[in-house]
């Protein structure tokens, strides 16, 4: 026992050191190769101004900056250029989509050097910018405040100056802001207009109209229920490769059950109900079609419907899969 006791304690002197060595080799080399990113501040109101800092990458190396949503869509920021210090400052406006206002919720930047390949995040909440309340003097009114997609919302409103330039915006169930361009009050200081709800998101909405003259703010809800203007005369079938696909990836869709030649559009319903058109195709000799979908970054995660119409069997058919994040 003593003997193993000497030879045993030289030895683990010699380990112990050789361990911190180690330890402290790779320590430096994780500082070295460490980045970190900041955003100020940590919490917004629409439309504010943001900065974002970097520091720990490569001196005068190139670095991408991009920035994934609430929904998990994801969008280019900026490229920019790392000083000798191995850091940069980005001041910008989140309202890159051509929204007024962005949505509101959790942001998350992500900027990478692309030489050392070093990443680091950032977050960011985004709030409800503050915005004036209606004015006693001015009335704004929706014929019908709730009715199903497709329908027409028409609005008028009353007590602008005569004559003067009234701007309307509009905001959205997630709380992104439109830009409705303005309207001219008449003589009567009235104003109206007619809003579609074909293909747009389900949910509350607010419209304003404010007077650039008279300073005089109207406001009005209205909400969107899901709807479906088609009356389909019979139905086809569909089918999507991967019930659960995710970002950056294709998509195979097969559809049977139309008629030889036939022109069939094709389409896909949201997560927040919105629709937007994928493109016409033409049936084979027995019907059927096969379309490739690519499910970009900026798709939003969530459930999915793809429709496919029949222009001349008016057949439908509809099938789901669920966009998961990508990496």
Do not use: C, K
Request: charged share 15%.
């Amino acid at each position: 026992m003593t003997i193993t006791h000497r030879v045993l304690y030289p030895f683990a002197i010699g380990f112990t050191g050789i361990l911190a060595i180690i330890i402290a080799i790779w320590s430096w080399s994780a500082g070295a190769q460490t980045a970190s990113l900041t955003v100020s501040p940590t919490v917004a109101r629409q439309n504010t101004t943001v900065t974002l800092s970097g520091s720990g990458f490569l001196p005068g190396e190139t670095a991408s900056i991009w920035i994934t949503y609430p929904d998990y869509t994801v969008y280019g920021v900026a490229v920019v250029t790392i000083d000798e210090q191995g850091r940069f400052s980005h001041p910008y406006v989140p309202d890159f989509l051509g929204a007024t206002f962005t949505p509101t919720g959790r942001y998350t930047y992500t900027a990478r050097g692309w030489q050392s390949g070093r990443e680091a995040y950032a977050s960011l909440e985004v709030d409800i910018a503050v915005a004036p309340g209606a004015s006693s003097t001015v009335q704004l009114m929706v014929d019908r405040a709730v009715q199903a997609q497709g329908a027409l919302f028409t609005v008028s409103g009353r007590g602008y100056r005569p004559g003067e330039q009234v701007a309307l915006w509009l905001r959205y169930p997630n709380n992104a802001v439109a830009d409705l361009g303005t309207q001219t009050a008449d003589r009567q200081g009235r104003i109206g207009l007619a809003i579609t709800s074909n293909g747009i998101p389900v949910g509350r909405y607010a419209l304003t109209a404010r007077g650039l003259q008279s300073n005089g703010n109207g406001i009005v809800d209205f909400e969107v229920l899901p709807g479906d203007t088609l009356r389909p005369r019979g139905t086809a079938e569909l089918t999507v490769e991967s019930a659960n696909p995710t970002q950056r990836s294709a998509l195979s869709v097969r559809g049977s059950g139309f008629l030889p030649g036939e022109v069939i559009t094709v389409w896909a319903t949201l997560p927040d109900y919105s629709t937007e058109w994928l493109g016409d195709v033409t049936a084979a000799d027995d019907g059927s079609f096969t379309a490739e979908l690519y499910l970009s970054e900026q798709e939003p995660v969530g459930r999915y419907a793809i429709s496919a119409y029949g222009n001349r069997s008016e057949r439908r058919a509809v099938a789901e899969y669920v966009l998961r994040p990508g990496r």
